[in-house]
């Protein structure tokens, strides 16, 4: 995709024959972002990006190809789920998770992953709850987009996966109407 020429996004619902599709993205974009910070993966592409907590998932196309990905979780126990409902002041069953956000790097400027966060917070907020991710430090670029769009930082923590040479993980909320 070129990134001088701007195009339509539109955001649909993942299908089963979009895994192969987003695992190949996945793998593409990781040298450009290093999401996921943990590579090769520990587990099949597939089980990465459909988890058990998942509530649903959508997928950003441009010209018909698929380009993005981002899940809606809900939270599970834990220390992230400590720190989100200590950052909030909600039990962990009103919140969800933003998680799986990625873009093809060849679709920087698209507002491809603004529109797949949009998306998922809209699922959010339709249901009740509150929006809570988490991001690497390190991933600067996607700090700032969260930061852009209202998101704040409520808490740290360092995951089992995280790298021990990282900076902890930034737990975040997107208080009010943010989007």
């Not at 089963?16 to 450009?32: K, S, T």
């Not at 919140?95 to 990625?102: I, K, P, R």
């Amino acid at each position: 995709m070129s990134t001088s020429t701007r195009t339509d996004v539109s955001i649909r619902p993942r299908r089963p024959e979009d895994l192969p599709v987003l695992a190949r993205v996945l793998a593409e974009q990781r040298p450009h972002s290093n999401y996921p910070q943990r590579w090769p993966l520990p587990m099949p592409v597939e089980e990465f990006l459909h988890r058990p907590a998942q509530l649903e998932a959508w997928v950003a196309e441009i010209d018909g190809v698929v380009v993005g990905h981002v899940a809606v979780a809900a939270v599970q126990p834990g220390d992230m789920a400590a720190g989100w409902s200590a950052g909030t002041g909600r039990p962990m069953s009103e919140l969800a998770e933003v998680s799986v956000l990625f873009v093809d790097h060849a679709t920087s400027g698209h507002g491809v992953g603004a529109a797949l966060l949009g998306t998922a917070v809209g699922f959010i907020r339709d249901s009740g709850w509150t929006p809570v991710l988490d991001v690497v430090q390190e991933t600067t670029r996607a700090v700032r987009l969260y930061e852009r769009k209202g998101w704040v930082v409520v808490g740290e923590t360092r995951p089992p996966w995280l790298p021990e040479d990282h900076r902890p993980v930034l737990l975040m909320v997107l208080p009010g109407d943010g989007a």
